[in-house]
């Protein structure tokens, strides 16, 4: 229904403007000037009870009255009248709506309660509602050439489309686009998002024919579970590319280190994008940048660069830039080079980059994009081009943009010191090739192109589903909760990770340091004790842990005198744990915390201060697929430690990756608990898996 | 010297065009035109034997023909002429050079020569050149008016000097510069540096009273010990922006693990910059953005921040970037928030950021401007603008120009959606608000303002002397020598550390399994013991060391059995080291490299994996300031872990400082060694210094 209502709001036959005005700078205005100015391939009707014309169009008093059938109607009209104005718009038998008119819920309290109603003649009416408080809506097809914003800038018609959650921002997007030659397809200001939302889009736009790119500018996620699994199955066929604002909530966090804390909701929208393909732009320059080279070249197949180049400071940078974004330098092939002999100059330098000093002509860069394009060992070309005092740019601009249409392979250009109305520069872009005023940019755009590649290589996984008896499990939490919030105890937390298949140290909670030694006796030594009671969090500073403990004669010494040290400091003592002592292996972390927005939130990183001081971590969004929890291991930059390093043996990464998915598992199973960490779990050799020696389960106050 | 020609480069009475021609196209031509249009305001006297006059001046066919004397020559005939045009110039009296011609020593041999015979007539006659193969000279002081360059667009006057190692380069940033409206005092494109070098212009430009921010584009340092110097002191009065190309030399080696490999010059030229205080911009754009701030508003004096917006989303991106570059979001006083309540709309969010919603006029922004500009917890202020469709951008910009005016607090701008000549973009630069179209941008440059601010208020430090007895170790490296280049033996080295005061871990060198047991009763239980000999470079893989040996029949049957199975390997045993044991403490390494460029690179982290895969370590170019020392310490991400964590007790970094200091001495006295790694040092708690466990020189095949 949403689809079919999306249609009436992009390809309407007829508009209604329900507001328009005859005074210039009112917003009813502006919609009426750019649905004609621009040429709106269908019938414009204005509604306005004060005028018989608005623009030199028949006005109606409403919509009511119009003769013909109206398929969209814009909303302008004041918040006190908008309601009314809507009702007689589904009475009219309008399809789709778009609601410029603010004073809704952004405004709280009573608006809120306008928005309700609205919603409900939108459903009782059957109407499809963009907005209310949006900027409007575009479609650049020559068969609809529909511009419905106030914005001051027509854009140019292209294959991107472009949602934004901020129509301030989309109205100065519209504007940049057009002043560095970037089209667009489709436009839409979301506005409030009462009932299209930025997944109704997603999904619209993965079927339009006319969109080949998408981008978003999103400030928070109406349905994030709903926003992965569409974007998952539409990265697949398009590129999106969103910037998100809100990163800094992460970076006040930064100083906190536990899983709790470090799961700031903005780890979580890097961890959806980054399962779900999405490309993130850290910035509104890179949101161009990418969406220029996304929408006009195709991918790279490959990591390797050639740089061809007029100037070598300029080449360098460019080169700085690739290798720091992860992309290489081709290895040009003798005959490459070979072939460029022939013609360059002496003084130019061939290897890659190809520098052809500041003689070079608009030939010379020709030939020298079609050798380095030949070359097998080449995935993608930059062209980075200052323009001397004599050559005339829009020849070298041309014959880039020739050389590059000769081939399939990806091409880039910088023409530095120029802007972007530069005739060289539209000259490039209007042709299809990508072109940024910094080498920098390019190398950016391009590694970010790259990025895309691997992600579509990448094997999909899938999300493995483990036997467990949640008879079992349930009553556990319900238990727990039933002691209201807080930590778990540990009895209960070890039953639920045994429930899971998770392995944990052989462990038994005991009283006294007599019992402590028989249970070690029986768990087999060496063991671990730990003191436990309600005060003991920190057991380290508190020495209320010995490790490797050998024989029953130490246990119950340590035991003894533990007991002994905590008592004198007017610590309650509840009893022991007695633990295998797990010997050699690496400490990992496995973790959860619950996103406000985005639910539980899964966290992977080696133990101690990896975790702590150098947040080495990653974090993933459950379900976790097989591949998904491999890339999670692989991502964190110890990684080398798992897989051993001077002569150490390889960790048990498949169990490791096993377990995580277990974990992913229980932490959808478990909806009271708030936070779980394992911490640490220790993962042994290469088919001797791990022990999981200490977890703790966090209920929520709600729970 | 060089001042005084320096002087008759940049401020000549009068100039002679050596190849000045009539042949548009020619850069003989392009610099006559561009002096005369450019109104150059002493006399031009073109030089060509085959004219009569160039644009419209006359000629003379020789620089000794000219009736008046010539201050300056700027040549640019080709390159077989050149040295004869030169020495001409050197009879004529002529003081200083700009030599444009190429075919030098940039295309190799002959060039060199050339280049040679090229600097001796200079030193003969006592001229003063830039370059040669260079682009020129500008110097926009209205007494000058010198457009000694072939670039195709005039600089506007300002306050930045810009040196360029680019010619190409140079000429696409004064292109771009102009478009954005930022002006320069002087600009020199230095060439091959035959004479004139970068250090030489620092120095004359700290000293000019038009040049208040410096730019360099840098492909190398030609003097680094110069440039260290000189650029400390100047970064004092002026800053110093640099952008320098070859970056990816240290990408590419970012596998290799060893302090070796760790030290590309790319990481010597970070620590210069850190250590100088020089600002490193990551690209051209960055350059043009930093410069843009430096050089027309103060400094912010602290980090907190104000945001004034019109639109949500822009505002929040701002606010991301400022907190991930290291600012802070500035708490406003009540009374602030107070007074914009007085006539803000009630949708307004009136704490920081503050967004006063798209209705915002010229008025609106310019009232909240001296309401956060007054609050004393607020340092600096970036206003971020989305023009609407009604309102007027100049009206705007001129609101918070005005309004910073009356304070000295730091502004900057975003105007988003704008083209860098859009009116309210030039109004707002004009007048002295830096600009950008992107809210990253500005946060980035106020970044980078304040990095300034932070580094002038940083202690300077000293470098101590230690007292060293260079008659004990001088020997012990001529010995060395005579051996041949490779590592140093143990025993060498460690007399090495000691003669500087070193403190390393107990340690003797012994023949045999009884020799170390004996060894080991004189250090004192408990002891390690390391096997020796030349293969035995990894000795943890080859379990040739034993820890933690707690009597003597430990270490002789340790030894005995050492000894079995390395023989039994084949590999040769010449003996071991019995060394204290240093329990407990953190393991840190100390290193040093010698840069191609640089000299020796002093590196500090902390051991093991942090160093190898983290890469959690800091660069220091010797000599070090206690002050350094203390800064490169602190300046890893695992300091904490220096620092106590957990109940632990704080580590001696007063004791590691003082062997930052001894350290950073010694590799400055030993010439010939080209490495040394003290991996471990075990450094122990506060007031218990730390111990050397292992040493590591390597003679360099210079040696």
New interface residues.
Partial sequence: MVSDGLDAIFSPRSIAVVGASRHR?K?GY?IMHNLIVNEYQGTVYPVNPNATSVHGVRAYPTVLDIPDPVDLAIVTVPAEVALEAVEACGRKGVRGLVVITAGFR??GGPGAEREAKLLDLCRSHGMTMVGPNCMGVINTHPEVRMDAT???TPPLRGTISFM??????G??????AR?INVGFAKFCSLGNKAQVSGNDLLEAWAADPETKTILM?I?NFGNPKNFVRIAREVTKRKPIIA?K????EA??RAAVSHTGSLGGSDLAADAVFAQTGVQRA????ELFDDAMAFSLQPLPRGPRVAVVT?????G??C??????QGLQ?AELAPSTVDSMRAWAPP?AALANPVDLI?SATAEDYERAMDAVLADPGVDACIAVY?????TDEVLVARSIWTAAKRRDKTVLCTF??????SPGFVELVQNGIPSY?????AARALAAMHRRTMYLARPEGSVKRFDVDRSRTEPIVTEARGRGPGRVADADAWRLLEAYGLRTARAEVVRDAKAAANAASRIGFPVVIKALGPDLV?K??LKAVALDLRDGAAVRSEATAMARRLTARGLALDGFLVQEFVRGGKEVILGMTRDKVFGPLILFGLGG??V???K?VAFGIPPLTDEDARRMIRSI??Y??LEG???EAPSDVEALTDALERFSQMVLDLDGVDEIDLNPVIVLGKGEGYRVVDARFVLGPSA
Avoid: C, K, W
């Fill in positions: 700078g917003v502006a952004e405004i106030f914005a001051p934004t959650q901020s129509g301030a921002l109205v100065a997007i519209l504007d940049h002043s500018y400030e910037v604002s809100g990163r800094s970076g006040s850290n910035s509104i320059e007029d100037a070598g400071g300029p360098i940078m080169v700085d830039e690739l290798v720091a330098l003084e500041a200052v323009p001397p005092v004599v530095l010191g120029r802007s972007e109305d005023l910094f080498p920098e940019s920190h380290t500073e201060v990896y702590e001081y150098l080495d930059r110890t080398p430690l390093v001077r002569g």
